[in-house]
Every structure is written in C-alpha cells, then in structure tokens.
C-alpha cells in the first residue's frame, strides 16, 4: 500500500484513524513527501477552510488517490460540493474511520478504490447556437444537463441546489455562458458549474462531456 495522508485537525478522529490503519499494520502520515510514491489515499474534514480547493487541486495531480472528507453537518449539498471537487468517499466523522478501514483493506487486497469511468448519451436537444444541446434525465447519477459555449461542450448536474429544481430549461446568457435556475434565480458558469448568484450556497457538479458527429455523450462514474 502506497502512502496515506492525514489531513485532519480533530484529534478524536486522527487517533481512531490511525487505530483503524494500524489494525491493518498500516499508518497516515501527516505531511506528504512529494519525492515520494503517489499517495493512496487522504483523508481531510470538509470543515477546514480551503478544503474543497485543496483537494481539486490534489485530484489533478493524483486522479487515482482515494479522497475522503468527514463531515460533521448532514447538508446534502455540502456533501455534492465535496464530490464535485473530487472526493470520492463523504461520511460522518463518526462512522468515518470503519469505513475508512473497509477501504484499506480493500487497498491491501490489491484493489482499485477509484471508480472507473463509463460513457453515457446524451437526448439530443435542437439547439442552433450556444445553449442546451442534451440530457441526460435517467443517468446512472442524478439528471445531467449538457450545454455548449464558446465551441466547449460542458456537463452539469441539473438538480438546482437551492430547492432541486431542473436548470436545464432556465435562461441561458450566451454571453458568459451561464444558466439561470428558472424557480428563484440562482445563477451559474455552465463549465465551471460555479455559482454566481444565490440563493443557491454551492457550485453545480460537473462531468466531462464530448460531442462527436452529433453524438453526445458525458463521463460518468460507474458504480460497483
Ligand atoms: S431552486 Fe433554483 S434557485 Fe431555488
């Protein structure tokens, strides 16, 4: 098992951690040697300022690193920001460190832990300029809306996070490339998924997606 990474502030949690890992003869460490192998896994708390970024950042660099944030608010959102920004596993703090020794194991058993990713079409929509050009409403995950600007063909999750609304059919702004959530307003970049304007509180999950001779499709995980 390759290096683990302990990015954690609460004590209660590093030290059932580290007890989990060393049932396994493992262990986290704190700092991570960048001269070192890629890191298997990081575990960090979604309470601690920057995390999100921080961690976006390291799934760049490590797309196979296993990244697991514990939280300590059941906000439904807050965890689909967390995913957004690449977190593959989301959990209680404190059911946290089972799982995490569930993983580790699996880790040891020469197991892949980041799932792979499958392609699924798109419904086309007719569209001339920039816009929507697709959906997906009955994705393995949650509805996908799929627009083009600027000749990018960009993915989202079309499940407003203010109140669960469709974004799909909002206003579009070919200008900046952003969609206006139709029920109360909330506004995003369609290729960034990132939030403009409330009351939405969080970003929109994006997916890769990819047009090819008409042909839609979008990235996404596959579970299992
Ligand atoms: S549901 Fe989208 S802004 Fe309220």
Redesign the pocket.
């Known amino acids: 098992v390759g290096p683990l990474v302990l990015k954690a502030q609460n004590v209660l949690l590093k030290k059932h951690l580290q007890r989990q890992a060393s049932r396994l003869g493992l262990r986290f460490d704190e700092l991570i040697d960048s001269s070192q192998k890629a890191p298997q896994m990081l575990v960090a708390e979604l309470e601690q300022p920057g995390v999100l970024e921080e961690i976006s950042a390291w799934k760049e660099k490590w797309p196979e690193c296993f990244v697991v944030l514990s939280v300590t608010e059941p906000d439904k959102e807050l965890w689909i920001a967390a995913e957004t920004a690449g977190a593959d596993l989301v959990a209680n703090r404190g059911a946290l460190p089972r799982l995490v020794h569930d993983r580790l194991k699996l880790l040891q058993q020469g197991r892949m832990l980041v799932k792979k990713k499958v392609l699924e079409k798109a419904k086309p929509v007719m569209n001339q300029g920039d816009g929507l050009i697709g959906r997906l409403p009955d994705s393995t995950e949650d509805p996908i809306a799929v627009f083009k600007w600027k000749d990018k063909v960009c993915a989202v999750r079309d499940i407003?996070p203010?109140?669960?609304?469709s974004?799909a059919d909002g206003a579009f702004d070919p200008e900046n490339g952003t969609i206006t959530?139709p029920?109360?307003?909330?506004r995003f970049q369609v290729c960034s998924g990132e939030r403009l304007r409330g009351?939405?509180d969080y970003p929109l999950k994006k997916y890769r997606a990819f047009e090819n001779g008409g042909e839609i499709t979008v990235e996404i995980e596959q579970d299992g």
Do not use: T
Not at 162 to 165: D, L
Not at 183 to 186: D, L, P
């Open positions: 407003c203010h109140a669960g609304f974004l959530c029920e109360h307003g909330s009351p939405a």
